[in-house]
């Protein structure tokens, strides 16, 4: 029920000032969320000492790249070459190994004994030759 009508005031101004009061309390409120917000972060990658050691470490990380790439470009061509295969050599052997322990305990004695050494030969040969 609208008692605007009643006491003879005009009924645009009333609901104006009214929405207006209505908004700036909802604004108000808006405000205390937002510094709320601000004021406690939801975890710590929020943080404001997060945010600053992500960023030194981030370019601590783009200096270390840069510097393997001027380092590689000054090697000359077989220096590259033998480089790589050697990077090879070591993720091939790696991976040969992390693989060879996932089934290790599986493989009867006397296989292992010459399965283990087969299969580095062979990363080390894949990585080398092929």
């Known amino acids: 029920m ?3 009508n009643l006491r003879g005031s005009p009924k645009g101004k009333k609901r104006e000032s009214s929405k207006s009061a209505r908004s700036s309390d909802s604004s108000a409120q808006d405000d205390n969320n937002n510094h709320n917000q601000l004021a406690k972060p939801k975890d710590v990658t929020q943080t404001k000492a997060w945010q600053q050691s992500t960023g030194g470490l981030k370019q601590m990380w783009e200096n270390y790249v840069s510097i393997l ?3 590689f470009q000054r090697l000359d061509r077989p220096a590259q070459e033998q ?4 990077l ?3 993720i091939t052997v790696g ?3 992390v693989l060879t322990n996932f089934f290790y305990q599986f493989i009867p004695l006397m296989i292992r004994v010459f399965a283990f ?3 580095l030969v062979g990363s080390w040969f894949v990585a080398t030759k092929v």
Do not use: N
């Open 83 to 86: 480089l790589i295969m050697r």
């Open 95 to 97: 991976c040969a190994i």
């Open 2 to 4: 609208d008692l605007s």
């Open 88 to 90: 090879c050599q070591v």
């Open 117 to 119: 050494p087969a299969i």
């Open 69 to 71: 790439a001027t380092q």
